[in-house]
């Protein structure tokens, strides 16, 4: 059974960086699509970014695009999201999502496409 856990979060000022990780365990991770997503308080969750399994495709919201980079490394079993040039509207608590299958759908940026989520890590963000 996969489980999922993000590492990285923290406060910091506006244009300031932070690197996100999703360590993986359990199952075989290097074989699955993977997402970040982040819910800011009283907003409902939305798709960042996701990653094939190899690695060589890419989705960004638009919000983020040019800002955050999504990378992953299999021999770690991690997946990484590098956030850029931060804005106060980024501060959310940010979720690593696997879809437990080889390939990213069409419907990547939906959240009901993830079957297993991390417990999420909390990225502050003050003007």
């Known amino acids: 059974q996969v489980q999922l856990v993000e590492s990285g979060g923290g406060l910091v000022q506006a244009g300031a960086s932070l690197r996100l990780s999703c360590a993986g365990s359990?199952?075989?991770?290097?074989?699955?699509?993977m997402g970040w997503f982040r819910q800011a308080p009283g907003k409902e969750r939305e798709f960042v970014a996701a990653?094939?399994?190899?690695?060589?495709?890419?989705y960004y919201a638009d919000s983020v695009k040019g800002r955050f980079t999504i990378s992953r490394d299999n021999a770690k079993n991690t997946v990484y999201l590098q956030l850029d040039s931060l804005k106060p509207e980024d501060t959310a608590v940010y979720f690593c999502?696997?879809?437990?299958?080889?390939?990213?759908?069409?419907?990547?940026?939906?959240?009901?496409?993830?079957?297993?989520w991390g417990q999420g890590t909390q990225v502050t963000v003050s003007s």
């Open positions: 999502a696997t879809n437990l299958r080889t390939y990213l759908s069409r419907s990547y940026y939906s959240s009901a496409e993830y079957d297993v």
């Open positions: 359990g199952g075989t991770f290097s074989k699955y699509g």
């Open positions: 990653i094939s399994w190899s690695g060589s495709i890419t």
